[in-house]
């Protein structure tokens, strides 16, 4: 019955070459089905040409490949792609591809909906129903890689943790995921062209640093005054920003990796001097840049972007106090792709 069958891209490659030679068979044979699964994203046992025909029908009678499907693909404007992507639950998750002239990057989930509830954030709106596997994340990012090719005549640069969920609350799958889109036997790409976002797990980025990660930390930050994270983003009344500052300077002693401030500011929460002055005192702790996004509202609600007038003020304080910041334009806001939009409006 097909419910029995094993998820193939679950086994290492010790695990296929194992199998093969429970089988019967040579262990070689493990090599070639772990190339065809990583290295060319084969959807099929059909396609395994270079196995015989009894071979790709054992495999199919004891395994099943679970692939993602990228269910819609629609194409803003300006370029951005958003992916509706299924996956074999049914259950459907967003990744986006932002196209600048020099970069292709990809903007990946880590889990369906998402266990924190940000304020501000579509996602937060759907429950989180499971995390993704480490290979339904590296679907995302090859798929994404094909669309790059495809559109762009160029592969993909850079991979951004910050579609759906919070990758440190899938701490153990984002890192295997990682891993596969680092390794010459994935897609072979730097680490250091890799940035996880998190809204901040103390305890995780120390793990992160203990386990000398190579790719870059971002901290979706929105405010340095607790009261005021708290009010926005909810968990900071567990984790504080006290605890999270202590996570951060272990980090850097330990990686030498400058930390991303991502920082959204919206009219009447923290958009006056106090707010960035706390930022300003924050950023001291440990090496870091501040990127200011643009809002993308998700509705009427309470949040609104703030005036420019008080994003020429952060800015002009940062650079003042020598802290490098720059301010990002949303891309893909007519097909909801931008930031904190993801919320499977194109989905099932
Ligand atoms: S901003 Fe990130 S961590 Fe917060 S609810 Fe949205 S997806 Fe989750």
């Given at each position: 019955m097909e419910s029995k069958k094993r998820d193939i891209r679950a086994l290492t490659r010790e695990q296929l070459r194992d199998f093969f030679v429970s089988q019967g068979d040579k262990a070689f044979r493990g090599n070639q089905v772990y190339e065809w699964l990583w290295?060319?994203?084969?959807?099929?046992?059909?396609?395994?040409?270079?196995?015989s025909k009894a071979t790709r029908d054992m495999l199919e009678e004891n395994f099943v490949i679970n692939h993602i499907q990228v269910d819609q693909m629609q194409r803003s404007s300006d370029g951005t792609i958003k992916n509706a992507v299924r996956l074999h639950d049914d259950l459907v998750v967003e990744s986006v591809l932002i196209p600048t002239k020099t970069r292709t990057t990809a903007c990946v989930s880590?889990?369906?909906?998402?266990?924190?509830?940000?304020?501000?954030?579509?996602?937060?709106?759907?429950?989180?129903m499971r995390n993704l596997n480490p290979d339904e994340i590296y679907d995302q990012v090859v798929a994404i890689d094909n669309e790059s090719r495809l559109y762009f005549d160029r592969p993909l640069s850079n991979i951004v943790f910050m579609g759906m969920g919070e990758p440190l609350m899938n701490y153990n799958n984002v890192l295997k995921a990682i891993e596969k889109i680092t390794s010459p036997e994935g897609l072979g790409m730097s680490p250091k062209r890799i940035t996880v976002s998190t809204s901040g797990v103390p305890k995780l980025i120390k793990k992160m640093a203990d386990e000398a990660v190579k790719f870059k930390l971002a901290v979706s930050l929105h405010s340095a005054i607790d009261e005021t994270r708290t009010s926005i983003m909810p968990f900071n009344a567990t984790f504080t920003l006290a605890d999270l500052r202590e996570a951060l300077v272990y980090w850097y002693q330990k990686t030498k990796s400058r930390i991303t401030y991502e920082y959204v500011v919206w009219e009447g929460i923290n958009d006056q001097r106090k707010d960035v002055d706390a930022l300003v005192e924050f950023c001291r702790f440990a090496p870091s840049k501040v990127n200011l996004i643009e809002y993308n509202p998700?509705?009427?609600?309470?949040f609104q972007q703030a005036s420019n007038k008080a994003i020429e003020m952060y800015v002009e304080t940062l650079e003042k106090n020598g802290i490098t910041v720059t301010v990002r334009r949303s891309r893909g806001k007519d097909i909801d792709a931008a930031c904190g939009q993801l919320a499977n409006k194109s989905g099932s």
């Open positions: 290295q060319k994203s084969a959807h099929s046992f059909d396609v395994m040409t270079n196995l880590s889990q369906v909906g998402c266990s924190l509830d940000c304020k501000f954030c579509a996602t937060a709106r759907l429950k989180r998700i509705d009427d609600g309470d």
